[in-house]
């Protein structure tokens, strides 16, 4: 393996040398960065080619990528993440059993080494739900949501996932405490204007939008919705569409696919 070979080298010449005590322990320490970052870079690069290969419908060939990143760097949470989103998707195009505990238990491993990894909470929370274990869902947001009451990240899967299950009132509440804790996040602006666009209100739909905008959103979804809605919103603000004009929102809570690793964590 790469990692192992430069370690070897980069090792050797420092035992040969005896250096003081304090010297060789800044030596070392230089030493096992300079391997963390050589080993992110291997595994930065085996799980960008999974993700291709995921991309491209190729999935065992993604399987074996992922499992040689999580070899060469086994704290990234990342390569856990992927490795469970592919047997995830497997899941759901076979239905096999094996499959679906093959993604649960590598979602968990995931969380085991990122307790605060967002996507994987989320697809966690997506697959129990999948599988009719819906008290199992919330209680893993919530059960998140709890050990960190100053984040949005909780609050805004718990309102996706309320959404998704017809509970508008409670994704409402859920979003209104994610911009408590963060006022400036784009997510819960973005996901509050779906709501309230979902519900009709096109004026504060478009106003969570902008704000959004202004906090740094700028994807195309976005901004197609911005003008939509401009449309439809008279200068007084009250929206042009006739009664029972069926309001195009964006996907719900949905199960995200692979994503690269950073280099360096």
């Known amino acids: 393996m790469p990692c192992a070979r430069f370690r070897h080298l980069i090792l050797t010449p420092v035992a040969v040398r005896r250096p003081s005590t304090a010297r060789h322990g800044a030596v070392l320490l230089f030493v096992a960065l300079l391997c963390a970052s050589g080993c992110g870079v291997v595994a930065h690069r085996q799980n960008a080619d999974g993700v291709r290969q995921f991309q491209t419908g190729q999935y065992q060939a993604a399987i074996a990528n992922f499992e040689q990143a999580i070899a060469t760097n086994p704290g990234d949470a990342d390569g856990y993440y992927n490795l469970a989103s592919t047997y995830h998707r497997l899941a759901k195009l076979t239905n096999q059993p094996a499959n679906w505990k093959m993604a649960e238990d590598t979602y968990n491993l995931c969380l085991d080494r990122n307790p605060n990894h967002r996507d994987c909470h989320r697809a966690l929370a997506v697959l129990l739900s999948e599988e009719q274990r819906n008290e199992e869902a919330f209680r893993l947001l919530e059960g998140w949501a709890q050990k960190n009451p100053s984040s949005a990240d909780p ?111």
């Open 155 to 265: 609050k805004i899967e718990l309102a996706r996932l309320s959404q998704e299950f017809g509970n508008t009132t409670q994704a409402r509440e859920q979003l209104l405490e994610a911009l408590a804790a963060s006022p400036y996040d784009s997510r819960a602006l973005v996901a509050l204007g779906q709501l309230n666009e979902q519900t009709g209100n096109a004026t504060q739909a478009l106003a969570n939008y902008q704000r959004a905008v202004v906090s740094g959103e700028n994807s195309p979804q976005v901004q197609s919705r911005i003008a939509a809605l401009q449309s439809l919103v008279q200068p007084t603000g009250l929206p042009t569409a006739a009664p029972g004009t069926r309001y195009v929102t964006m996907p719900a809570s949905s199960a995200p696919g692979p994503t690269t690793s950073p280099i360096i964590r």
